[in-house]
């Protein structure tokens, strides 16, 4: 009797030693799986985050695709104006055109009293005009012509006798 109960107490300790065991592999399954899990999200995410950086780098990419596209274009068409300015200088029709430039910028109210070539490309213009607003006019429409890399109100004064104002303007 004393062997059995002995039998019967190791067999149940063997049985307690196997459940701790099973209880202890579930957990560690369990707790591998979890990681598992984890680490697949985090993997989920991280390769949302590149995903979307690098659809975002593709639109620079294709933005400054389109700006070189664009910056070369306007390379050509700007040599394309050099050749053509080359050629308007080189057959002297260069006053001419500047000439008429300047008398399409001239608004109603406004007069040319001198035009002087100062130096290389450098030009003054002096006049009068009814009001500051004339003057105004005729600056800017000498600035959009294109024609001038700066136009420059150097001077405005109103004459008291005349009631006119007084401008130089220098172009380059």
């Known amino acids: 009797m004393n062997s059995t109960i002995l039998l019967q107490e190791h067999v149940a300790r063997e049985e307690r030693l196997f459940r701790r065991w099973v209880i202890i592999t579930a957990v560690s399954i369990g707790i591998v799986f979890t990681g598992l899990f984890f680490l697949q999200v985090r993997q989920t995410h991280i390769l949302y985050e590149v995903q979307h950086e690098h659809a975002t780098l593709n639109t620079y990419v294709n933005q400054q695709q389109e700006f070189l596209e664009t910056k070369?274009?306007?390379?050509?068409?700007?040599?394309?104006?050099r050749k053509k300015l080359?050629?308007?200088i080189s057959t002297k029709q260069f006053p001419d055109l500047i000439?008429?430039?300047?008398?399409?910028?001239?608004p109603e109210g406004a007069k040319l009293n001198e035009f002087l070539f100062v130096a290389h490309r450098n030009i003054v213009l002096k006049g009068y005009a009814?009001?500051?607003?004339?003057?105004?006019?005729?600056?800017?429409?000498?600035?959009?012509?294109g024609m001038f890399?700066?136009?420059f109100l150097k001077q405005v004064n109103r004459d008291e006798k005349s009631g006119h104002f007084l401008y130089e303007i220098d172009m380059r």
Do not use: G, N, P, Y
């Not at 070369?72 to 104006?81: D, R």
């Not at 000439?99 to 001239?106: G, T």
């Not at 009814?130 to 012509?145: A, N, W």
């Open 72 to 81: 070369k274009q306007l390379v050509h068409k700007q040599e394309q104006l």
């Open 86 to 88: 080359d050629h308007i």
């Open 99 to 106: 000439v008429s430039f300047i008398a399409q910028a001239l």
């Open 130 to 145: 009814r009001s500051c607003e004339d003057v105004s006019v005729m600056v800017r429409s000498l600035m959009k012509v």
């Open 149 to 151: 890399e700066t136009v």
